[in-house]
């Protein structure tokens, strides 16, 4: 295994950020729930002229926020494969993850091939 050092650093740099991009989401969330529950017509969205606005806009960031999520536990699950000497193994096939692929996705858990398989 290469120096795990700069994937440690990476992925710890990228987990902050993505813990505070959820916590932005989050809020921006609320804001549209309250503001909602505030507005002329108490929350219907069926009735108000910009329900499907708001309906959509809530939809859009609790689909942003399931995706941050699922990003962090990506994060988390390659520092603990790297904790265990065997980060640049596919969780898939057990094949090595090119060196290339985790420059890039310092979170991928999976190697190319068995990306584009799922596809």
Do not use: W
């Not at 980060?87 to 993850?97: A, F, L, Q, S």
Request: hydrophobic share 40%; proline share 4%; glycine share 8%.
């Amino acid at each position: 295994m290469t120096d795990p050092g700069p994937a440690k650093s990476r992925l710890a740099s990228d987990r902050d950020q993505t813990l505070g991009r959820i916590v932005e989401l989050e809020r921006e969330f609320a804001a549209i729930v309250a503001s909602a529950s505030e507005g002329s017509a108490g929350g219907d969205d069926e009735h108000d002229p910009e329900g499907a606005t708001v309906a959509f806009e809530r939809q859009h960031i609790a689909a942003l926020v399931t995706q941050a999520r699922e990003h962090l536990a990506a994060i988390d699950a390659a520092v603990t494969k790297i904790n265990s000497g065997i980060y640049e193994i596919c969780d898939t096939c057990g094949g090595p993850i090119g060196e290339e692929r985790l420059a890039a996705r310092p979170a991928s858990l999976i190697c190319i091939r068995c990306a584009r398989r799922r596809r």
